[in-house]
């Protein structure tokens, strides 16, 4: 009898873990990539590339203090440690998840010492003392026939691994913000050295202008232009000085460190024009974190559905005991042991009010929007790295252009303040070279790191290093 009950217990088991599963077969809405992008063309088989490493991406910068900024944004950023936080609770949730695969099993015993009465029913009138020692255990195994666990289990894992690519995603935006974010510094850096510059160059313009005018030469309305002149140049390196002290601060941020406590000093240096990539559109659903996360999390959408669809059917849970117990003589003996099978229970809900059937159209519901969040994730990642590339063949040609025009504007600013030292024009003309000379010369600059902010841009929108 015994070992007939111990094989219909396997076989239920067997049973639950071989049940059906009440989960719509997964199915991902397809977006179909593009032959080429429109500004590059090309074609590479896609792998999986969401968990490769992404590499010190911005040392091809070759910058030393950008490379220890980075280094400290990966140690102390209060967005990345939250990020990882968030990525540990899911990895909780999971494990907590998955136990429910396995039965519960629990250990007690007890002891105790007991006076009975003698006039007890049935009683024969004499009291009796005596010892009770008991030393058991039980198991508690719910049998999924209908995969409500394993969906659970497969919903919270897919949940894990969305949160392990948020991870990899805010990572990749972080270190791109700190780049993105140092660039603009040292963009303001070379602006406040032109501006420098240019007060140096016209302040001996006004001194000459004054002179002239002492000597009759000029008029007082050349002095006043030239110190116009001056003046605005003046104003813009304070300028540049306050929007630079705003970037520190930025930058102090993104490396956890407080503004106060934080800077770094200026340098004046250029970034070399980084190259157009020669990726294609498949490796955006390979290399993007937050294509992978929204794609899990569309998976777990799903398998919650099944979960919903599973409470329309009984729960069946299976109980398992045994043990010693004693009053007397040897307790881990034969005649003192004890076993039991069951109960074998199910239970069943016959009336929700709806409750069941509102479940399972919120569980679809909430996997249509995670469909639409996944394709809308695949179509903006397209446009990003097709705005990235546009904007990297753009400013090539605009540095090219407004390199002659800053060159042309120097000339001309060279050849107007000869011609008004000889006394062939008078200061308006000066004062237009020189002003149109700063500010070709300024967008210039603003061309330059702009084409290495635009390189900052498209490693995040290809979710890696191009």
């Known amino acids: 009898m015994r070992n007939r009950s111990v094989r219909s217990a396997g076989l239920l088991i067997m049973t639950g873990l071989g049940a059906c599963s009440m989960a719509p077969q997964y199915r991902p809405p ?4 593009p032959n080429s992008y429109r500004e590059i063309a090309g074609w590479t088989p896609a792998a999986p590339m969401d968990a490769v490493a992404r590499g010190d991406w911005w040392r091809v910068f070759n910058d030393t203090v950008l490379d220890d900024l980075e280094q400290k944004a990966e140690a102390a950023s209060p967005t990345l440690a939250a990020a990882l936080a968030r990525y540990e609770q899911a990895r909780a949730v999971a494990r907590a998840e998955a136990s429910d695969l396995m039965p519960e099993i629990d250990a007690d015993g007890s002891t105790s010492r007991r006076r009975v009465s003698g006039n007890r029913f049935q009683g024969n009138g004499q009291s009796v003392t005596y010892n009770d020692v008991s030393v058991g255990g039980s198991l508690d195994y719910e049998l999924d026939l209908w995969g409500r666990i394993r969906n659970s289990v497969k919903a919270a894992r897919a949940d894990a691994q969305a949160s392990k690519a948020d991870l990899a995603s805010a990572r990749l935006s972080l270190h791109a913000a700190v780049a993105d974010a140092y660039i603009r510094l040292r963009g303001l850096d070379a602006q406040a050295d032109l501006l420098r510059r240019s007060v140096a160059a016209f302040d001996h313009a006004y001194k000459l202008t004054r002179t002239r005018h002492e000597g009759g030469i000029a008029s007082g309305i050349d002095v006043n232009r030239a110190q116009t002149t001056l003046s605005n140049a003046k104003a813009q390196i304070s300028a540049i000085a306050n929007q630079r002290a705003a970037t520190e601060h930025e930058l102090a941020a993104l490396t956890g460190a407080l503004a106060s406590e934080f800077s770094v000093a200026p340098q004046v240096r250029t970034f070399g024009a980084p190259g157009v990539p020669t990726g294609t559109p498949s490796t955006l659903l390979e290399r993007r974190p937050d294509i992978a996360a929204a794609e899990r999390r569309m998976f777990a959408a799903n398998a919650q559905v099944g979960v919903a669809r599973a409470a329309f059917f009984p729960t069946v849970t299976l109980g398992l005991s ?4 004693t009053t007397h003589g040897n307790l881990l003996s034969t ?7 069951g109960p074998l229970s199910a239970a069943l809900n016959l009336f929700d009010g709806g409750r069941r059937r509102a479940q399972v159209r919120l569980s679809r519901a909430q996997y249509e929007e995670q469909a639409a969040a996944y394709r809308d994730t695949v179509l903006s990642a397209f446009r990003q790295v097709e705005d990235g590339i546009a904007a990297l063949h753009n400013l090539a040609a605009q540095w090219h252009d407004q390199r002659e025009a800053a060159q042309a504007a120097q000339r001309t600013s060279g050849i107007a303040l000869d011609r008004y030292r000889d006394g062939a024009a008078d200061y308006l003309e000066v004062v237009t070279a020189q002003t149109d000379a700063l500010d070709a010369q300024s ?7 702009d084409r290495a902010r635009a390189h ?9 290093p191009v």
């Open 335 to 341: 005649p003192s042991s004890f076993w039991g099978l």
């Open 443 to 449: 967008a210039l600059l603003e061309v330059e790191f």
């Open 456 to 464: 900052i841009g498209l490693v995040r929108a290809l979710g890696g």
């Open 322 to 325: 045994g043990g010693w117990e």
């Open 30 to 33: 397809q977006v179909t990539p």
